[in-house]
């Protein structure tokens, strides 16, 4: 079982700026595909950004040119760099692992970190 625990949401003015992370509590995270995931206030959760284990990215159109996904797989951590935060953007953020070869099959979620951006 792997825990991922996800930090640095908080509340930030519109234009700002947040760093998220993501740590799992074991190794091997490089083989592990990752995803952070936004639920916006009374909304489904949908895919933000997303790097498989050999470094591909893929954002949504929404947050195209302002978030970076980046991952530290020695410290097991994935980071969401957030720039140029709407209002739209608030919401909670989780962070997902999806395993790949010998850990095809398991896939694991955080708990959340809050995103509140003011107008």
């Known amino acids: 079982q792997v825990q991922l625990v996800e930090s640095g949401g908080g509340l930030v003015q519109a234009g700002g700026s947040l760093r998220l992370s993501c740590t799992a509590s074991?190794?091997?995270?490089?083989?592990?595909?990752v995803g952070w995931y936004h639920q916006p206030p009374g909304k489904q959760r949908e895919l933000v950004a997303q790097?498989?284990?050999?470094?591909?990215?893929n954002y949504a159109d929404s947050v195209k040119g302002r978030f970076t996904i980046s991952r530290d797989n020695a410290k097991n951590t994935v980071y969401l760099q957030m720039n140029s935060l709407k209002p739209e953007d608030t919401g909670v953020y989780s962070c997902?692992?999806?395993?790949?070869?010998?850990?095809?099959?398991?896939?694991?979620w955080g708990q959340g970190t809050q995103v509140t951006v003011a107008s």
């Open positions: 074991k190794s091997r995270f490089s083989m592990y595909h």
């Open positions: 790097m498989t284990s050999d470094g591909s990215t």
């Open positions: 997902n692992a999806e395993g790949t070869l010998l850990y095809r099959g398991r896939n694991y």
